[in-house]
């Protein structure tokens, strides 16, 4: 190890030795280490480059908020770009890159742009890339887009899983420093369901960088005793390396766990998750989030080697590793002290603390020359700080030689979670900050981030809020005995605002991730830019993958002074989830791949699939599309072959898939008799009616057939496709619409095997199987009742219903027995030369007969235009869609209706959404006649046939009209006809 | 063909019975009936109307047992262990009074059941309902989702669930089981 590890570092284990590189390098650490931690201790001080200058960087935080140490880390499907150095813990054999630099980040060619630094202010591709405006699309978009984003995520698939859990408490404690440990205790204690959330690998918060004695103990043992405890309750469950990123409504809060994206590969175990997307429902909250330390503003102040002071004392106490060797702090306020307090205790050199305070109500007991009134203008150093340049009160500059600084510009309450639904959070002078709004929607504060300072006063303010929300659940309970914090430091912080070192030469950074400067803001205001949210999006301040934690309370500070109001007046930009970044894996969970989605299969799907089926997802739905036989090596060759067979013998075709819906009850026909536009009062049991339901609207909402089964007893089917949301509409219409109805609704989609035996000798087929009489006599067309089956041993529904046009029936039976009726049916039909059909023939014999489907009904139509007008019904007092379907714009004559089309050449073809014109006409929107909704080639015919909606409809078959394809580029002659090629007289259906 | 062979097909049928190693035990119910009674819609879940409701069920089909499962208010799932022929479903129907309705759901709504110390972890990926034993004790039942696959969870014992799921649904929901109990069952775990 190298000068830099010194003694000490609770977190790290320096048995466990740990190799990793960076940049190709090979280097060491340890267990417990941070990336970011593990580099200092090597010496590396640089380790990215800024994103619009490409200046040097390091090291400014240890936590969340890090602008500049964002590394690649990782590689292939493991490569994570954009990875905080001061969250990623250090695992054998971890590969970290810095990122937009090139060809290194020690010599970096981008680095000239800080050379053109003058042209490149805030908004200056708004004004810059004006003109030539030829050039915007070829040189200046390709351009800009080639400089944004920051690292590059991998082509390869991720090879971990992820997944997304669901978890429930009485108390949700957000962070686990001292506040939120002494209330997760609390309630613990109390026997609350207590969930503990923090993203940290260690509980423990500030605690982890404290270096001294809690009363008479180590801190460290303190804490140590503090999280036994908390593991040791059985309904307290403790969530580390868990960041709760997202506050919701009803009490819902989202987080993500890294459950194994610490480990090394050998580590990995392939069955667990790497990130865990939790979602929590917490009656109570106790947000102790804790504040963030602000970096001051001045020049130079991005140099590697300054760092926050609270930052630098986690380095020393936590990881055992010296910033530097002559280390300055500069700060406005008491409590960082305490890193020159810890850095001289550990024989390190402060040469100056600069403390812009002209009298700091502070007793330092240390070595360090402490100077007043003062504070850093500038920095040195070309890729690491070498000096500072130290303005004095009188005006007098004076330079100091140091390797690293130490910056403190207050504490900023992390209130993110607090304001992520709306409320805003509220300035406080007292504090130097903004503070979390008051009434926090169902949060408790707690902490540092309602402003307390010092362990003593976290311990005590985090059982308070602990006991006021267990008096809110109804539990009683006192504060938990704490640690003895008699002894401890409960520092007055004594902040004085500084927002800017206006001495300063070189550029000042307010947001170091988006280089943005002092000046920026300054220019934006000038150029009236003033509002908060307009300065943000101007300059780009707070914006990107740390959303501006180090830096949108010193760009409002800096607005502030500038107008010469209070930065409450100013105000902030709105927080939104998420709190930090969230990996696209752990939003997506385990819905990747072959489990994207469900899949729903049909109760004959394995008899499908030994019958050869090549399926189509439809919805959820596999549904069986056509069966293949052998020397077809074309889906025609097979459909073509299934259509002619069905029209000629007979074929099987599985419609289990449609909706069904049971319905029950005194008032189900009265209930179908307003659901439907057509009469459905009179049906009688035993029969079975076509139907179409409107929409409120008038327009045709969906289709089917409803079969009277026994008095007060209906069966309803739906299209697959509106199966669920025909169900959710009619619950709507009986529990809103018509409670006073006597209705009951079942779905019973799942219940039955349905299939469909078309074909003249279709009635061949099921009187071998079926024991009931089913002539035309005595099953007729529409007939819908029970059937005994198989000599009795089975009964089943049995429909006389067409969709393909031919003599056909509906056979139902319940899903477990659909295979072997199947087979059955297949064995029965064998002599008629039986097949089964897939949905591909289904469509084609549809179009054949004329029949609609939802390419016809598609949202725009009405029954008129469907051809059937004659079946909404004058006669009712009401249905749902009766009055919208009788709107002048519904009934227009000229309104595109249902018809038939054929090529004029029988050889040619033509394509669904082609549109319709008038022949010599010119291609154009008010020339446009209608379009094919759906086409086909019909082996009946021989050649291609269609459905159109064609405006006049009808009343124009025979007349011919072009067939435009304006995607292909082709236009071919056609005729309207009658949209029924097949039996327009419905002899078959009849027979 | 009117002898036939018929044979009563499980969506489960060439699932396994679980892993005997495992951590959890995911395992299909195979035989059994699912009934869906429909009341009239009270806006409330009422035990009392419960109460009655299964000593009707009692009187009606003494031989069938089962028990009755909240589905909604009004709506309940008979379940049972035993098979229930279909003209045996009948008879039960109409002897029922006209204020419940009964809908065969057997082969539409099939169950099976996951046991095992970490089975709340294992559920919690994809039930968003509280499984805490204080709140959803032994024998409560609730509609819910089991990640995008909607299902009724119901509590057998302190670790063990069967859940009841529409029969298309079966074969995704069986693999979805799976890979939520990967962690705890796998050669890894």
């Not at chain 1, 939104?576 to 729903?600: D, I, N």
């Not at chain 1, 069904?660 to 057509?678: P, Q, S």
């Not at chain 2, 018929?6 to 699912?34: E, K, Y």
């Not at chain 2, 759901?105 to 034993?133: F, N, P, W, Y």
Request: hydrophobic share 40%.
């Amino acid at each position: 190890m190298t000068s830099f590890r010194i003694d000490g570092g609770t977190l790290i284990d320096r048995d466990d030795v740990r190799e990793f590189t960076f940049n190709g390098e090979r280097l060491r650490g340890f267990g417990g280490d941070t990336v970011a931690s593990a580099l200092l201790a090597n010496g590396r001080q640089l380790v990215g480059r800024s994103f619009k200058y490409h200046r040097p960087r390091g090291i400014l935080t240890a936590g969340a908020a890090e602008p500049n140490a964002l590394l690649t880390i990782g590689r292939d499907g493991r490569r994570d770009p954009n990875t905080r150095a001061t969250m990623a813990e250090l695992f054998d054999g971890l590969e970290a890159r810095s990122q937009n630099c090139w060809p290194n980040v020690d010599f970096d060619i981008g680095a000239m742009n800080g050379l053109l630094g003058p042209l490149l202010g805030a908004g200056f591709y708004y004004k810059t890339f004006m003109w030539p405006a030829a050039f915007w699309e070829k040189v200046y978009e390709p351009l800009i887009r080639k400089a944004a984003g920051l690292g590059r995520a991998s082509y390869d698939p991720d090879p971990g899983s992820y997944e997304k859990c669901w978890a429930h408490c009485d108390v949700l404690v957000i962070g686990a420093g001292p506040a939120g440990l002494a209330a997760a205790l609390t309630a613990g204690r109390a026997g609350a369901r207590v969930i503990i959330a923090d993203e940290g690998a260690q509980l423990g918060g500030g605690m982890l960088a404290e270096g001294g004695m809690i009363g008479n103990k180590p801190a460290d043992a303190v804490l140590a005793d503090m999280v036994g405890e908390l593991h040791a309750l059985p309904n307290v469950e403790v969530k580390k390396r868990t960041t709760v990123f997202g506050a919701y409504d009803d009490q819902v809060f989202a987080a993500v766990e890294q459950v194994q994206k610490h480990l090394s590969d050998a580590a990995i175990n392939p069955d667990r998750a790497m990130e865990r997307l939790w979602r929590i429902v917490a009656k109570q909250v106790i947000l102790a989030t804790g504040a963030e330390e602000r970096p001051i503003v001045f020049g130079g102040n991005d140099r590697p080697g300054v760092m926050t002071a609270g930052a630098m004392r986690t380095y020393l106490n936590a990881f055992g590793v010296a910033p530097g060797k002559q280390v300055a702090l500069f700060a406005n306020n008491n409590q960082a002290y305490q890193t020159a307090m810890d850095l001289e205790a550990r024989g390190i050199e402060v040469a100056a603390i600069i403390d812009p305070r002209k009298c700091p109500d502070i007793d330092y007991g240390g070595k360090a020359r402490l100077i007043a009134g003062a504070m850093v203008r500038d920095t040195a150093g070309r890729k690491a700080i070498k000096s500072i340049a130290v303005r004095h009160d009188d005006g007098r500059d004076e330079m100091i030689a140091v390797d690293a600084l130490a910056v403190s510009g207050g504490y900023s309450p992390i209130v993110h979670l607090a304001c992520h639904r709306g409320a805003r959070p509220v300035w406080s002078d007292e504090h130097v900050g903004f503070m979390p709004p008051e009434n926090c929607d169902g949060m408790v504060p707690a902490g540092a981030v309602a402003g307390k300072a010092g362990i003593a006063s976290c311990f005590v303010a985090g059982a308070t809020a602990a006991v006021s929300v267990l008096n809110a659940l109804g539990l009683n309970a006192a504060p938990a005995g704490l640690p003895d914090t008699q002894t401890a430091d409960d520092i007055a912080q004594g902040t004085v605002a500084i927002w800017s070192v206006p001495s300063s030469k070189g550029k000042a950074f307010v947001d170091y991730q988006n280089d943005v400067t002092a000046g920026d803001i300054n220019l934006a205001m000038r150029e009236g830019y003033d509002h908060v949210e307009l300065a943000k999006r101007y300059t780009t301040n707070g914006m990107a993958t740390d959303q501006g934690k180090t830096s949108n309370v010193n760009a409002i500070g800096i607005l502030a002074q500038n107008k010469g109001v209070s930065p409450g007046a100013i105000g902030t930009t709105t927080f939104r989830p998420f709190y930090t970044p969230v990996s696209f894996g752990a939003l997506v969970g385990a819905s990747k791949g072959f489990e994207f989605q469900p899949v729903r299969k049909s109760p004959l799907h394995g008899w499908a699939e030994r019958n050869g089926a090549k399926f189509v997802e439809t919805g959820l739905w596999y549904r069986s599309s056509w069966f293949p036989k052998d020397g077809e090596t074309f889906w025609r060759d097979s459909v073509d072959r299934e259509v002619m067979n069905v029209r000629e013998n007979v074929g099987i075709c599985d419609v289990s898939t449609l909706g069904k819906i049971e319905i029950f009850g005194a008032d189900a026909a009265e209930f179908l008799n307003r659901v439907y536009c057509n009469a459905f009062l009179k049906l009688p049991v035993g029969k079975a009616r076509y139907g179409i339901m409107l929409r409120e609207d008038g327009l045709v909402y969906d289709d089917g057939t409803t079969s009277c089964l026994a008095e007060n007893h209906y069966f309803m089917t739906t299209t697959t496709a509106l199966a669920a949301g025909v169900l959710t509409h009619l619950e709507f219409c009986a529990q809103v619409l018509w409670p006073d109805l006597d209705v009951r609704l079942a779905s019973a989609t799942d219940q039955w095997a349905q299939m469909a035996i078309a074909g003249p000798r279709a009635r061949d087929v099921l009187a071998k199987i079926i024991d009931d009489d089913i002539s035309n006599d005595a099953f007729p067309f529409l007939a819908a009742r029970d059937v005994s089956m198989f000599g009795g041993r089975l009964t089943g529904r049995l429909f006389r219903i067409s969709f393909s046009g031919e003599l056909a029936y509906e056979i139902a039976v319940p899903a477990g027995y659909g295979e072997s009726v199947a087979d059955a049916i297949m064995v029965a039909g064998k002599e008629f030369d039986i097949a089964p059909y897939g949905t591909e023939a289904l469509g084609v014999m549809r179009i054949e007969k004329g029949h609609v489907t939802h390419a016809e009904i598609n949202g725009t139509v009405t029954p008129a235009d469907l051809g059937m007008g004659r079946m909404v019904s004058a006669k009712k007092d009401d249905f749902i869609g009766r009055v919208m379907n009788m709107r002048e714009g519904l009934v227009d004559p000229m309104r595109p209706a249902l018809v038939g089309i054929k090529p004029k050449s029988l050889a040619d073809k033509f394509a669904t959404g082609s549109h319709i014109l008038k022949i010599g006409d010119e291609v154009s929107l008010a020339n446009d006649q209608g379009y094919v909704t759906s086409m086909c080639y019909s082996p009946n015919l021989g050649h291609a046939i269609g459905l159109a909606l064609v405006k006049g409809g009808p009343e124009r078959y025979g007349e011919e009209v072009v067939i435009w394809n304006g995607l292909a580029g082709t236009s071919i002659t056609g005729i309207l006809c009658n949209p029924a090629f097949v039996d327009p007289e419905n002899e078959k259906l009849h027979a | 063909m009117r002898d036939f062979p018929l044979n009563n097909v499980s969506p489960f049928a060439t699932m396994p019975d679980g892993q005997a190693h495992g951590a959890i035990h995911i395992a299909p119910v195979r035989t059994g009936f699912v009934f869906h009674v429909l009341g009239q819609a009270t806006g409330t879940i009422d035990q009392t109307r419960q109460q009655q409701l299964q000593k009707m069920m009692d009187a009606i089909a003494p031989d069938l047992g089962g028990e009755l499962r909240v589905l909604s208010p009004g709506q309940w799932f008979w379940v049972g262990e035993n098979d229930v022929s279909q003209g045996r479903f009948g008879e039960i129907a109409g002897q029922l009074p006209g204020e419940f309705a009964l809908s065969d759901q057997t082969h539409g709504r099939v169950r099976l059941r996951v046991t095992g110390a970490r089975v709340c972890d294992v559920l919690a990926k994809g039930v968003m309902i509280d499984l805490d034993e204080g709140i959803f004790g032994v024998g409560q039942s609730a509609m819910t989702q089991i990640g995008h696959i909607g299902a009724m969870v119901t509590r057998l014992d302190r670790d063990s669930f069967e859940i009841t799921v529409l029969r298309s649904f079966a074969d995704s929901l069986w693999h979805e089981l799976h890979h939520m109990a990967a962690e705890f069952n796998g050669p890894h775990s």
